[in-house]
C-alpha cells in the first residue's frame, strides 16, 4: 500500500516512515505542506498521514485543497494541538481519523489499516463471516456454526466492528470511539470488560476461539492463529 | 425593527418607564393644583368686582328711596332696567308681587355667597328666550318693600362651567400624551439596553468576537457602549493569547512526548527479556504521564472557557444512558448494581463530549470507592430550577471536610493513595460544571457519596434577557 506521510518534526517523519515500511507498505514523505500537497495530487496515495501544523501550508488547508481538488485518498490527522474543538475542526475540513500526539505506534498502524480497508469499494454486505461465526446485519442475528447467540444490541455493535475488520488489530480507542462514539479516555479499561463478555459468548465451549487480544495494542477476530 | 419584540408588561416595568410615570403623575397634579388656585383667584376677583357694583347700586337705590319715596325709585328703577346693560332690578311688595323691575318674578336662589345670592332668570330677544345666570343682593326697604338688585354674570359662569368640564379632559390627554412620550422614550432606552444585553449574552455563550453596536449621538449610552467594546477588545486579547498558550504548550510538549514513546517503542522492538520488559515499563510510564499532561490540558481548556464554541442544545438522558451502558459490565464483575433512575430527557445547552467525560468519571469513581454488593445510581431530572445530573454510591463516601478539596488538581485522599487514577478525574467534572455554569456538589449519600451536577435551565438564545 501507498502511504503519504506529511509532518515536520523530522525524527517523528523518520520514525512514522520506518515503522511504516517494516510494516509493508511503500511510503512518501514530505516535510511541509505546499510538498505534501503537491504530492499528494500527482501520485495515487491508499492513505495520507498528515500532521496538523505545518510550516507553508496547515494541515487543515491541505486537506481542504486535496478536497477542492477532487482528490479522497482518506487522511489521517496527527495533532499536538489541544483536543476538544480540533478534532471537529480536522473532519470538518475532510479529514479521514484524528490521532493525538504523542501515539502507540499500534494505534497509528491499526487506524491506517482501517482507513484503507473502508477505501476498498464496500459491496454492501448484509452479511458478515469469520471461521463459523456468521452475522446477519439484516436479522441482526448471530450464529457460530449451528449455536444462535444471543447478543445486546451494543455487544451486536461491537462484534459487527471486528468483524467489519477481520484479520486487522483493533484499538481499544477505536472500539470507543467507533462503537460508543466517545472520544475520551475513560479511567478504567471498561472496553476489556465489554471484550471479555462478548468473548464468552461467541468463544465459550468452542474449539477454536476467534476473538484475540493482541498484546499491546488491542483485539483481533480472525479464523486462524 | 427589534422594538416590536417588547412585551408591554416588560416595559412597564422598566426603570425608565417608572421614573417617567413618577413625573407624569406629579406633573398632572400640580398642573391641576396650579390651574384651580388661578381659577378660584380670578373667580373671587370677578365676584367681588360684581358684589362691588351692586352694593353701589343698593346704596344709590335706598338713598333714592330714602329721598324720592316709592314713586321716585319706581322710576329710577324702570329707567335702569330700560338703559342699563348689565342691570337687573326688582322691586317687590312684602310678599314679592313685582312692582317694578326688569325681571318678572322672585327668583329661584340657586346658591348662596354671603348677602349674595345666584340664580337663573330668562332673557327675552325678540320671540326668543335665554336662560341666563345672575348675581344679586336682595334687601329689605322700609314698608316692607323687597329690592332685588342683580348684575348678569352669565359670561363668567359660562366659562366656568366651560372650564369645569374640559379640564378633566385636558388633564386625561396630558396624561395620556405623557404616557406615549414616556413608551417611546423608554422604548428606545430598552432597546438600547436590550442590544448591550444581547451582546453580553452572546459572548457569555462563547461568541467572544460580538460588540456592542453604536449609535452617532455620542450619548451617554454610546461612552457606556465604547467602554464595554474597549473592555471585549481587551478581553477577547487575553482569551486568545490563553488559547495560544495552551495550544503551543500542547504542541512543544506532545512533540518531544511523542519522540520519547517513538524511540522507546523503537528500542523495544530492538530488545529482550528484561531489558524489554524495563523499556516496556518505560512506555506505561509516559503513557500515564501523557494521561495526565491530557487531563490538565482539557481542564484548562475548560476553563478557558474556548470549548463554550463547540456548546450546542443537547439532552442528558442518552448521555446518561450511554455511560450507563458503558460501565454496566464492569459494575456487575465487581458485584455492583448499576441503576439508572428514569427521568425526563433533562435538556441543557453543553458539550456533550465533556459531559460524558465528567460522567464518565464520576461514575468510573462510584464503581472503584463502591465495595461488592453496593450500588451506584445514575439520574438526569428536571426541576424547577434547572436541570440535575446525579450519581449515587453506597460506598465509603467522602469526610464532609474533604469534599471541596478532592475538586481540587491532584488531591487524591490517603484511602484512595494506592488505586490507579491521576487525581484530576473530580478537578476535571468541576472544570467542566464551572464552563456550563453548573453547579457540582458532594454529598453524603448516607451511606456513600451523592455528586450532583446542577445545569442552568437552558435558555432560548436569541430572545432577550429578562
Same mark, same amino acid.
Given at each position: 500500500m501507498r502511504i503519504l506521510v506529511v509532518e515536520d518534526d523530522l525524527e517523528a517523519q523518520r520514525y512514522l516512515v520506518n515503522g511504516l515500511k517494516e510494516s509493508g507498505h511503500v511510503v512518501d514523505d514530505a516535510a511541509d505542506g505546499d510538498t505534501g500537497l503537491t504530492l499528494a495530487l500527482s501520485r495515487p496515495y491508499d492513505v495520507a498521514v498528515v500532521d496538523r501544523m505545518l510550516p507553508k501550508l496547515d494541515g487543515l488547508k491541505l486537506v481542504e485543497e486535496m478536497r477542492e481538488h477532487g482528490n479522497s485518498t482518506p487522511v489521517l490527522f496527527l495533532s499536538a494541538l489541544s483536543e476538544v474543538d480540533d478534532r471537529v475542526k480536522g473532519l470538518?475540513?475532510?479529514?479521514?481519523? &484524528?490521532?493525538?500526539?504523542? *501515539?502507540?505506534?499500534?494505534?497509528?498502524?491499526?487506524?491506517?489499516?482501517? +482507513?484503507?480497508?473502508?477505501?476498498?469499494?464496500?459491496?454492501?454486505?448484509?452479511?458478515?463471516?469469520?471461521?463459523?461465526?456468521?452475522?446477519?446485519l439484516l436479522t441482526r442475528a448471530a450464529n457460530r456454526g449451528a449455536t444462535p447467540i444471543d447478543l445486546q444490541p451494543r455487544e451486536f455493535r461491537l462484534l459487527e *466492528?471486528?468483524?467489519?475488520?477481520?484479520?486487522?488489530? $483493533?484499538?481499544?480507542?477505536? /472500539?470507543?470511539?467507533?462503537?460508543?462514539? &466517545?472520544?475520551?479516555?475513560?479511567?478504567?479499561? $471498561?472496553?476489556?470488560?465489554?471484550?471479555?463478555? /462478548?468473548?464468552?459468548?461467541?468463544?465459550?465451549?468452542?474449539?477454536?476461539?476467534l476473538l484475540h487480544t493482541i498484546r499491546g495494542a488491542g483485539y483481533m477476530i480472525r479464523a486462524r492463529n | 425593527m427589534r422594538a416590536t419584540n417588547f412585551r408591554i408588561p416588560r416595559l412597564l416595568r422598566s426603570q425608565a418607564f417608572r421614573i417617567l410615570l413618577i413625573y407624569l403623575v406629579l406633573f398632572a397634579v400640580s398642573a391641576?393644583?396650579?390651574?384651580?388656585?388661578? *381659577?378660584?383667584?380670578?373667580?373671587?376677583?370677578?365676584?367681588?368686582?360684581?358684589?362691588?357694583?351692586?352694593?353701589?347700586?343698593?346704596?344709590?337705590?335706598?338713598?333714592? &328711596?330714602?329721598? +324720592?319715596?316709592?314713586?321716585?325709585?319706581?322710576?329710577?328703577?324702570?329707567?335702569?332696567?330700560?338703559?342699563?346693560?348689565?342691570?337687573?332690578?326688582l322691586l317687590t311688595d312684602a310678599v314679592h308681587r313685582p312692582l317694578a323691575g326688569n325681571l318678572d318674578g322672585w327668583p329661584q336662589v340657586q346658591s348662596h355667597s354671603g348677602h349674595f345670592i345666584e340664580f337663573d332668570y330668562e332673557r327675552r330677544y325678540g320671540s326668543e328666550t335665554e336662560r341666563r345666570r345672575?348675581?344679586?343682593?336682595?334687601?329689605?326697604?322700609?314698608?316692607?318693600?323687597?329690592?332685588?338688585?342683580?348684575?348678569?354674570?352669565?359670561?363668567?359662569?359660562?366659562?366656568?362651567?366651560?372650564?369645569?368640564?374640559?379640564?378633566?379632559?385636558?388633564?386625561? /390627554?396630558?396624561?395620556? +400624551?405623557?404616557?406615549?412620550g414616556g413608551v417611546f422614550v423608554s422604548r428606545n432606552m430598552l432597546s438600547r439596553l436590550d442590544s448591550i444585553n444581547r451582546t453580553s449574552e452572546d459572548i457569555i455563550q462563547g461568541n467572544l468576537s460580538r460588540r456592542v453596536p453604536t449609535t452617532r449621538s455620542n450619548d451617554e449610552f454610546d461612552v457606556l457602549a465604547n467602554n464595554l467594546n474597549r473592555m471585549l477588545d481587551r478581553n477577547e486579547r487575553l482569551m486568545k493569547g490563553m488559547r495560544e498558550v495552551t495550544d503551543s504548550v500542547a504542541h512543544d510538549l506532545r512533540s518531544p512526548l511523542n519522540r520519547l514513546r517513538n524511540r522507546l517503542e523503537t528500542a523495544l522492538s530492538h530488545s529482550e527479556g528484561d531489558n524489554a520488559d524495563q523499556i516496556q515499563s518505560a512506555i506505561e510510564e509516559t503513557d500515564h504521564l501523557i494521561t495526565t499532561f491530557n487531563a490538565l490540558l482539557l481542564i484548562a481548556e475548560a476553563e478557558a472557557g474556548a470549548a463554550r464554541e463547540a456548546m450546542k442544545p443537547m439532552t442528558l438522558a442518552p448521555v446518561v444512558e450511554g455511560v450507563a451502558e458503558l460501565y454496566a459490565p464492569l459494575a456487575e464483575e465487581k458485584g455492583i448494581r448499576l441503576a439508572v433512575k428514569p427521568g425526563g430527557p433533562a435538556p441543557i445547552e453543553g458539550n456533550k463530549s465533556l459531559v460524558s467525560q465528567a460522567l464518565a468519571n464520576l461514575v468510573d469513581n462510584a464503581i472503584k470507592y463502591t465495595p461488592e454488593g453496593g450500588e451506584v445510581t445514575l439520574a438526569a431530572s428536571e426541576t424547577p430550577g434547572g436541570v440535575e445530573l446525579c450519581v449515587a454510591d453506597t460506598g465509603s463516601g467522602i469526610p464532609a471536610e474533604d469534599r471541596s478539596r478532592v475538586m481540587e488538581r491532584f488531591v487524591r485522599l490517603e484511602a484512595s493513595r494506592n488505586s490507579p487514577g491521576t487525581g484530576l478525574g473530580l478537578s476535571l467534572v468541576a472544570a467542566v460544571a464551572r464552563l456550563h455554569d453548573a453547579v457540582f456538589t458532594l454529598d453524603d449519600n448516607k451511606p456513600g457519596l451523592r455528586a450532583t451536577l446542577r445545569f442552568p435551565l437552558r435558555r432560548p438564545r436569541a430572545a432577550p434577557a429578562e
Open positions: 470538518k475540513s475532510g479529514g479521514d481519523d &484524528y490521532l493525538t500526539k504523542p *501515539y502507540a505506534f499500534v494505534e497509528l498502524l491499526a487506524r491506517i489499516d482501517a +482507513l484503507m480497508r473502508r477505501r476498498s469499494p464496500a459491496t454492501v454486505k448484509t452479511r458478515l463471516q469469520v471461521g463459523d461465526l456468521e452475522l446477519d *466492528y471486528l468483524m467489519r475488520h477481520a484479520g486487522q488489530v $483493533v484499538t481499544r480507542t477505536m /472500539l470507543l470511539e467507533s462503537v460508543w462514539e &466517545y472520544h475520551f479516555d475513560p479511567q478504567t479499561n $471498561v472496553i476489556d470488560v465489554h471484550i471479555s463478555r /462478548l468473548r464468552a459468548k461467541i468463544d465459550k465451549g468452542f474449539e477454536t476461539p | 391641576v393644583a396650579l390651574i384651580a388656585f388661578s *381659577y378660584w383667584n380670578t373667580r373671587r376677583a370677578l365676584d367681588a368686582q360684581t358684589d362691588q357694583t351692586i352694593e353701589a347700586e343698593i346704596t344709590g337705590l335706598s338713598e333714592q &328711596y330714602q329721598r +324720592l319715596g316709592l314713586r321716585g325709585l319706581v322710576d329710577v328703577i324702570i329707567s335702569r332696567s330700560i338703559h342699563g346693560d348689565h342691570g337687573l332690578y345672575a348675581r344679586g343682593r336682595a334687601f329689605a326697604l322700609t314698608g316692607g318693600f323687597q329690592l332685588l338688585v342683580a348684575r348678569d354674570v352669565h359670561e363668567r359662569y359660562e366659562t366656568v362651567r366651560l372650564f369645569t368640564t374640559t379640564l378633566p379632559w385636558t388633564v386625561a /390627554l396630558m396624561v395620556l +400624551l405623557g404616557f406615549i
